[in-house]
C-alpha cells in the first residue's frame, strides 16, 4: 500500500484555510497514492474552543474529505472538531474512496489542557478493513497508553494523527517506536508543525516505522509530504518468524 503522511503547519481555527491548504498538497500527490494521513485537528488546530469550528458529519469538511478520497481514489484520514447530541467530539475520520465513512472518538482526551473538561471521550477502538489491510486508528494522547493500543485485533497498521508539542516530542519518538515493535505492526505518526494559537510550538516528526522498530520515513521537522510503501507479507513473515503475540496476556477494558 502506497501512502502519503501530510506534515504541514495549521491555520488556527479556519477549517476553510486549512482545507484550501491541503487540498493544494494533495493535488500534487502521485495518482497512485492510496491512503492519505493529516494531522489531528487538522482543519483547527488543537483548539479548546469547540464552538469556533465544531461541524457535523454532513459539514463542509467532512464533505470535503469524501470528495477529496472520491476524486483522488485513495483513502483519506484525520481529526477534527465534531458536534453531536449537544456534545463536542475530537473525532478521527476515515473515508474510503467511495465516500464510506467510519470514525472513532478520542478516548484519552488530553487532561493537562482540559480536554476532558471540553471534550466527549470515546469508548470504542476503530480497526478498518481497507485493501486487505486491518487498520487501527488512534489519536495523539492515545500513545501514552499501551494496554489500548494492543494488538488484540491483530491489527497490521497502527495509525496516530497528532498535535504533538516540541517539548515532548522524546516522548512521542519514542512511544511510536515502542508501539511498533511491541503490536508487531507498522506504525505511523503524523504531527503537525508550526505554532498555534496559544504560541505552543510544533516541530512534526512524523514517522513510519516497520514492526521491528527500523524508520522507513525518519522523524524530520520541515513542512513536508513523506510518501512510502509498506508491504504486507512483510506483517505476516515478521510474525511467523516472531510469534510474540502469541505470548501476550489477555485482558478486558471498561
Not at 180 to 189: Q, R, V
Amino acid at each position: 500500500m502506497k501512502i502519503a503522511l501530510i506534515q504541514s503547519a495549521l491555520v488556527w481555527e479556519q477549517p476553510e484555510a486549512n482545507r484550501n491548504q491541503f487540498d493544494e498538497k494533495i493535488s500534487n500527490l502521485p495518482l497512485d497514492i492510496e491512503l492519505i494521513v493529516l494531522p489531528e485537528m487538522f482543519s483547527s488546530g488543537f483548539t479548546m474552543n469547540p464552538k469556533n469550528v465544531a461541524e457535523t458529519m454532513t459539514g463542509d469538511t467532512v464533505q470535503w474529505m469524501q470528495k477529496t478520497a472520491k476524486f483522488h481514489n485513495s483513502a483519506l484520514t484525520g481529526s477534527l472538531v465534531i458536534t453531536e447530541n449537544g456534545n463536542f467530539y475530537n473525532r478521527l475520520v476515515f473515508v474510503f474512496p467511495s465516500g464510506e465513512i467510519q470514525f472513532y472518538d478520542k478516548r484519552h482526551l488530553f487532561t493537562l489542557a482540559g480536554e476532558e473538561k471540553i471534550y466527549t471521550a470515546g469508548k470504542q477502538k476503530l480497526t478498518v478493513n481497507y485493501l486487505g489491510w486491518k487498520i487501527c486508528l488512534l489519536v495523539c494522547y492515545d500513545l501514552r497508553f499501551p494496554v489500548f493500543s494492543r494488538n488484540v485485533e491483530n491489527y497490521d497498521l497502527l495509525i496516530y494523527v497528532a498535535n504533538w508539542p516540541e517539548t515532548r516530542i522524546l516522548a512521542w519518538d519514542s512511544l511510536l517506536r515502542a508501539r511498533a515493535i511491541e503490536n508487531l505492526s507498522y506504525t505511523i505518526g503524523v504531527n503537525r508543525i508550526g505554532e498555534d494559537g496559544n504560541k505552543l510550538p510544533y516541530n512534526g516528526h512524523s514517522q513510519l516505522i516497520t514492526p521491528l522498530g527500523q524508520y522507513l520515513v525518519e522523524p524530520q521537522e520541515t513542512e513536508a509530504v513523506f510518501i512510502v510503501e509498506i508491504d504486507l507479507e512483510l506483517v505476516q513473515n515478521t510474525r511467523k518468524k516472531f510469534n510474540f503475540l502469541n505470548d501476550a496476556d489477555t485482558f478486558e477494558i471498561y
